[in-house]
């Protein structure tokens, strides 16, 4: 069942990085000089006249609403997902049940429909059930066993991946200053809450808050640091043999199961 979910979770995000592809298309906004071969290639073929979506203007930027918003849907589904999923991988038989990893993945869908169809306190309740839910199954895979240390550092490390999320939040919500940068409802949420933001509400308004934005370039480099090194070390783990014990006991017992006599099996059959 695992498998499921983690193809579920993973479905999810990759399915944002087309999303997002689709619309810098219809938008004509790219991340960098040399994606103009995409307009280019655009005008050549004409292809524009039987995809009237394609927009054959072309400029370096992320200022478009929709392209805004897809990325901060997948920013924050890889800032949640890779959690639960290395939690999965990590996991004894019977720590996590289906139940728990079911909700979160249920959790996470909605998650992203929410934030692609702009409804806020859904998409905020969704959030937090789900953040919780992470914590939740971090401390289970820490606490089955005591002596795994190789297990017990990665959830460490993912614990401070799960902190670096909660504290960016708290900055952007608690604090009431910095609501995401873009994202409108984020705004009315705050008004919701009775807070008043310093910053403005509508999309083009929201100003950058230094303290926020630090935070979640931190948390962003987690996403890329953490998950890679994760990434490596439990592969290497688990396909690389174990080291064997070389200590003067372990060889002197196996010269001695070497030289023993063996029982001869002919006639037996």
Known sequence: MFQFFTAVLLSNVLSLSFLTIIFRIIYGQYSSKEDAFFTWFFKITKLSKALPFINENFSVSHD??????????????????????????????????????????????????????????????????GHVLNLVMLIKVFNQDENDKFVRNCVLLLLKFWFSGSLTSWKRHVTHHSPQFGIAEDGDLEKMLGHDSKTGYRFGTLARNSGAERMMKSHSEDIHGITLFLSVVILSKNVLPEPRDTSPRCTAAAVEFESAPRCSVKGVF
Request: net charge positive.
């Open 64 to 129: 478009a609403a929709w392209i805004i918003r897809v990325r901060n849907a997948q920013r924050n589904a890889m800032e949640n997902v890779y959690i639960t999923v290395f939690a999965m991988v990590l996991s004894g038989p019977g720590v996590l049940s289906n139940w728990i990893v079911g909700v979160f993945v249920l959790f996470r869908v909605l998650h992203t429909f929410y934030y692609l169809t702009g409804k806020q306190p859904h998409r905020g309740v969704v959030y937090t059930i």
